[in-house]
C-alpha cells in the first residue's frame, strides 16, 4: 500500500511522500488522522470515498474514487484491474473490524495467486501477497488472544492439514503457501467464537501446526522474519492445548530460522528448550532437536575441533536412539513428525559441517535414496552438501559435476532463495580453492541465470 501511494505522487510529480508503515497503521488504528493530501492519496489507492474509511466529508479533488483499474491495475502493467472492488466486499477492508472485511480481499489475493500458479503464470513474491499472508497470521493471532463447528468439519479440516504437511516436500513453496493459509483462514473464522473445550482444543492444534507449516515456508521462501512471525503464532495456539510434543514440535521447527540465516547460537538455544519441553515423551521433537543441536555446534566452533565433534556425535546419538522410540505414524510424517531419511539428511549436514566428509558423504548417499521422485526440496540441499564434501575431500571437478547438475535440476517455482543461497556458497567455496577452475565460470553463469538470493540473508 505505502509503495501504491509513493507510486501516485511520483505519477502526480510531487516530492516522495513521508509515508512510512508507523503512519500508515496510525490512520489504520484511528490514532492519527490523515490530512486533505494523505487522504486523497489513501482514496485512491484503496478506490474508496473518504466515508468508507471513517472520514466525514468529500475528497479534495471532488470526484469519486472508484474507478476500476485506475490504480492497482494501471501501476502494475497499464491493464485493467480485474480484482473486486474492496467496496463490494462484505465489510471494509479498513477502519473496521480488523478480522473481517480485510480477511475476505486478503484471501482474494491468495486466491489469485493460487490461480496463476496453477495456469503456470510466473508469479512474485511481492509486496501485496506478503501483506496477505501477514494479515492473515496477525488476525490469527488476535483471536487467539479474544476468540459451532461440526466434528466432522473438524475432522475434514484435520484431513486437509495433513494432506498439506506430506505436499511440503513435492510441492512448490508459494503454491502451498496459498492452499495452507486459505486453510488457516477458515480455522481461524471457527475460532472466532469460544468452542466446546475439546474442540477449541482441536482447533488449536491445527492453528498451531499450519502456522508452522507456514513457517516453514516462509523459511524456504527466503522471509525469516514473517517465519517467526509464524512460529510466534503458533506458539501461542499450541500454548493453549497444553501439548509438550506439540509446543516442543512449533520450537524445534523455529531453531530451523536461526540456523539457516546466521546465528547458531540462538538455533542451539531453542533446539535445548525444545528438547526440554519434550522432555521424556516420544516425539518428533525429541529425536529433532538434538539433530538441530549438533548442526549448530558445527557451525559455532568450526570444523575439525575434537571437543566439539565429540558434543555433536553424542547429540546425534541421542537423536537415533529417540527416533527410535517415535510411533510408527511419526516415523512416516515428514512435517509434523520425523522421518528416517530426514534424521539422515540432517545427520549427513552436521557432519559435512564438522569436517567428517567420509562419513557424511557415506549417510547422505544413503538419504537420497530414501527420497522418492515427487521429492525435490530435501534431495536439493543433500545434493549441494555432497558438493561441500567432494571439495572438501579436494575433488573440485567432481563437486562442480554435482553442484551444476543440481542447479540445473530445478524446475520452475522450486528455486527458493534458501537453495539459491547453498548453490552460491558452492561457488564461493570453489572460488576460494580454485579460482581457475574451468568449470566454474560455467557454474557462476547458471547462477547468474538462476533467481538471485536476497544479498540481506545470512548463510544458509
Not at 87 to 94: A, F, G, Q, V, Y
Amino acid at each position: 500500500m505505502i509503495e501504491q501511494i509513493r507510486a501516485l505522487f511520483e505519477r502526480d510529480g510531487k516530492p516522495a511522500p513521508g509515508i512510512g508503515e508507523t503512519l500508515l497503521s496510525a490512520y489504520e488504528s484511528g490514532l492519527k488522522r490523515p490530512g486533505p493530501e494523505y487522504l486523497h492519496y489513501l482514496c485512491s489507492a484503496y478506490r474508496v470515498e473518504p466515508a468508507s474509511l471513517g472520514y466525514d466529508g468529500p475528497c479534495i479533488c471532488g470526484h469519486g474514487h472508484r474507478m476500476p483499474g485506475a490504480v492497482r491495475g494501471d501501476l502494475q502493467d497499464g491493464r485493467p484491474d480485474t480484482s473486486p472492488d474492496p467496496r463490494e466486499l462484505p465489510t471494509k477492508s479498513i477502519g473496521g473490524d480488523p478480522s473481517a472485511g480485510g480477511s475476505e480481499e486478503d484471501e482474494n489475493v491468495l486466491r489469485r495467486t493460487l490461480l496463476q500458479l496453477l495456469a503456470g503464470s510466473g508469479v512474485a513474491l511481492d509486496g501485496q501477497v506478503l501483506g496477505s499472508v501477514e494479515n492473515i497470521r496477525r488476525r490469527m493471532d488476535e483471536t487467539l488472544v479474544s476468540a459451532t463447528v461440526s466434528p466432522a468439519m473438524l475432522d475434514q479440516w484435520e484431513e486437509s492439514t495433513v494432506g498439506f504437511g506430506r505436499q511440503y516436500m513435492s510441492t512448490p513453496p508459494l503454491r502451498l503457501l496459498c492452499d495452507v493459509l486459505l486453510e488457516f483462514s477458515a480455522v481461524r473464522k471457527a475460532m472466532e467464537r469460544r468452542q466446546p473445550v475439546d474442540l477449541q482444543e482441536r482447533l488449536c492444534r491445527m492453528a498451531a501446526q499450519l502456522a508452522g507449516l507456514s513457517g516453514m515456508i516462509m523459511i524456504n521462501l527466503g522471509d525469516h522474519r514473517m517465519a517467526r512471525s509464524f512460529f510466534r503464532t503458533g506458539r501461542m495456539a499450541a500454548d493453549d492445548t497444553g501439548d509438550r510434543a506439540l509446543r516442543a514440535w512449533v520450537i524445534a521447527r523455529e531453531a530451523l530460522v536461526p540456523l539457516y540465516y546466521g546465528d547458531p547460537r540462538e538455533a542451539l538455544n531453542l533446539a535445548r528448550k525444545s528438547r526440554d519441553l519434550a522432555g521424556q515423551t516420544p516425539c518428533a521433537a525429541q529425536a529433532m532437536a538434538p539433530v538441530v543441536e549438533a548442526r549448530a555446534l558445527a557451525m559455532m566452533s568450526g570444523a575439525g575441533k575434537k571437543d566439539v565433534v565429540d558434543q555433536a556425535k553424542r547429540a546425534l546419538s541421542r537423536a537415533r536412539a529417540a527416533f527410535s522410540q517415535m510411533t510408527a505414524a511419526d516415523q512416516d510424517d515428514p512435517t509434523f513428525g520425523y522421518t528416517e531419511r530426514q534424521l539422515y539428511f540432517h545427520q549427513g549436514d552436521a557432519l559435512v559441517k564438522l569436517g567428517q566428509t567420509m562419513e557424511a558423504d557415506l549417510i547422505l548417499e544413503q538419504a537420497l535414496t530414501k527420497y522418492g521422485p515427487a521429492d525435490w526440496l530435501d534431495p536439493t540441499f543433500i545434493k549441494f552438501d555432497r558438493a561441500k564434501c567432494k571439495l572438501l575431500e579436494g575433488d573440485v571437478d567432481e563437486a562442480l559435476a554435482i553442484a551444476k547438475a543440481t542447479l540445473a535440476g530445478l524446475g520452475e517455482g522450486c528455486r527458493p532463495d534458501i537453495l539459491i543461497q547453498r548453490a552460491h556458497e558452492v561457488a564461493k567455496a570453489v572460488e576460494a580453492k580454485a579460482p581457475d577452475h574451468p568449470e566454474l565460470k560455467v557454474y557462476l553463469e547458471a547462477l547468474r541465470a538462476a533467481p538471485s538470493a536476497d544479498p540481506t540473508l545470512g548463510d544458509v
